[in-house]
């Protein structure tokens, strides 16, 4: 046998040496590890892990430590010179320092009694008039503001829109919503109100106190909104004009009247099927401070070196930070978001350890990353990869990024367990795409289901996870999904509805694509540009 044919038959036996290889270290990624992590990181005590928060310190010092125990090495330098596992970074914050309504010898708590719906900055004190204008509508042939001057003054409407007795409405005179009707129809109100010169707009949007606690658990997370984390400190586009939720008891305070007589106030405007004059009013007084507040987070890194192609890296990603506590007290657990990638990176991390171990560690460095501020705006993955990359983006080869998995979602609910959303993997580059093909068929054999791939899906998802930032770097990538469900957001995202034979399968398909990134001869080629 000739030299040329030693050499071919070597590489002939080497190949299925090497899939033998992978696989023996793809076993060791299994349901019941992946359910042993995720009972400890969507537990109680975690708090639902929101950004800046005890329960987001405890996940990461919980994912610090397991990168310590399978030999993982730190990167992240300290003050002190030493090496961490964590890599902090301070978020500022604009949030609602005093925020108060006081009426009829009451003071009215933000969240409790009212929810403000939309920014306001009044930071002294202000009293103003307060009256009834119906519904606050204004149109053809129905207008609240007639004759009346709210200039200057607080203007107490009822929310959505009047009804006949048949439950017809009467601007559109069919069962269908007016622009001010609906859960949108606040908005039309609010500008309106404003035109008409306003102060203050208060909608009664519940009849009683235990019907506005069901409003506040319903719109909980969207209060968020007023409490914007950012990377950067800065100014917020806030008005003098406030608008607030409040309920008839609430309303009944402002007017210096009782809720009975509103309720018969909008029973009257029912039966005239127009507006009704009246006479209601009272004194209203209003603080709403806005503050600077700093807080500080941490991505969570664990690195393992390559061999001879080290300086090139590859990262798998997840996010651990979750949505937190709702304003009625309970604790989002996020099993499923992201619970479930976060332990996922830890079981592939523990497989490519046990090859490093076994002397069949990867030519190219893999980078573990595990992020917060995924829920506040993509905003720790966002910082390492715009401002403090500990390995130089060039260096980059690809992120494949890991976000709900292990969860049938509705659109395949009775159709295939068996599936995974791939999205973006052909968007840069296209031996990525060839390989997550054929890395599939070769030892998964799910269906790659390329739904939110597609750039004119509604859904945008290529864009709301953490693989993005580096997309937008020109890093290829790939995001793995399992897709939306009923318990997106909510306290009944818990680890009890995680599928564990499906989050196995999953991982392990992202394991067998890392090794194959990993392993190759050539760098994977940009050469897409499908964003």
């Known amino acids: 046998m000739t030299i040329q044919q030693l050499t071919l038959a070597a590489g002939l036996i ?36 929101e950004t800046g928060t005890r329960g987001q310190r405890k996940a990461a010092e919980y994912i610090a430590g397991q990168f310590a125990a399978l030999g993982l090495k730190p990167l992240v330098k300290t003050e002190s010179g030493k ?21 009829g010898g009451k003071r009215f708590e933000s969240l409790k009694d009212f929810m403000p719906n939309g920014l306001l900055y009044l930071p002294t004190e202000t009293s103003y008039e307060t009256v009834l204008a119906g519904y606050g509508i204004s149109d053809t042939n129905y207008d609240d503001y007639a004759g009346k001057d709210v200039k200057g003054k607080a203007v107490v409407i009822f929310d959505d829109e009047p009804k006949a007795s048949d439950g017809k409405r009467l601007i559109s005179g069919t069962t269908d919503a007016s622009k001010w009707g609906g859960p949108n129809g606040w908005r039309a109100k609010s500008l309106l109100a404003k035109e008409k010169g306003a102060a203050q707009l208060f909608i009664i949007a519940a009849e009683s106190a235990d019907a506005f606690k069901q409003l506040l658990a319903q719109r909980s997370v969207m209060q968020n909104r007023f409490n914007r984390l950012s990377l950067k400190p800065g100014a917020e586009n806030v008005g003098s004009v406030g608008v607030f939720l409040i309920s008839s008891d609430m309303g009944a305070a402002l007017l210096n009247t009782s809720a009975a007589t509103l309720t018969q106030t909008a029973t009257q405007i029912a039966q005239a099927q127009k507006p009704v004059a009246s006479s209601l009013a009272g004194t209203v007084a209003v603080k709403a401070d806005r503050v ?32 937190g506590i709702s304003a009625d007290g ?19 991390a523990q497989a ?28 720790g993955s966002e910082y390492y990869a715009d401002m403090s ?34 999205i973006g993997s052909d968007k840069l580059s296209s031996d990525l795409h060839k390989i997550s093909e054929e890395t599939n068929k070769k030892y998964i054999g799910m269906e790659l289901d390329y739904k939110y791939n597609d750039p004119k899906d509604s859904q945008r998802i290529y864009y709301r996870s953490d693989h993005y930032n580096f997309a937008k770097h020109k890093i290829p990538i790939i995001f793995y999904f399992n897709g939306l469900h009923a ?32 392993n190759r001869d050539q760098r994977l080629a940009v050469d897409s540009n499908k964003q």
């Open 389 to 422: 990359p500990v390995i130089p983006l060039e260096k980059t080869v690809s992120d494949l990024n890991i976000d709900m998995v292990g969860r049938v979602d509705d659109l395949h609910q009775g159709k295939s367990d068996n599936y995974i959303y791939v």
């Open 14 to 49: 080497s190949l299925p040496l090497a899939s033998m290889a992978q696989e023996k270290f793809a076993t060791t990624i299994t349901a019941a590890d992946l359910e042993k992590h995720l009972r400890i990181l969507a537990a109680d005590d975690m708090e639902g892990r």
């Open 352 to 379: 490519f350890a046990k090859a490093k171990a076994a002397g069949k560690g990867p030519r190219r460095s893999i980078l573990f990353l595990t992020v917060s501020g995924e829920e506040k705006g993509l905003l």
């Open 487 to 518: 318990d997106y957001h909510r306290p009944t995202d818990d680890v009890e509805k995680i599928d564990f034979k499906l989050a196995e399968k999953s991982a392990r398909l992202v394991f067998y694509t890392a090794w194959d990134i990993a």
């Open 83 to 103: 090496l961490d596992y964590q890599q902090p970074y301070t978020l500022y914050k604009k949030s609602w320092g005093d925020l108060y309504v006081s009426a």
């Open 330 to 348: 309970q604790i989002n657990n996020g099993a499923n978001d992201d619970g479930s990638g976060t332990v996922s990176v830890l079981e592939i």
């Open 292 to 323: 600077d507040e700093k807080t500080q987070a941490s991505n969570v890194l664990g690195f393992i070196e390559g061999t001879d192609k080290k300086d090139e890296v590859l990262i798998i990603s997840s996010h651990y930070d979750h949505i």
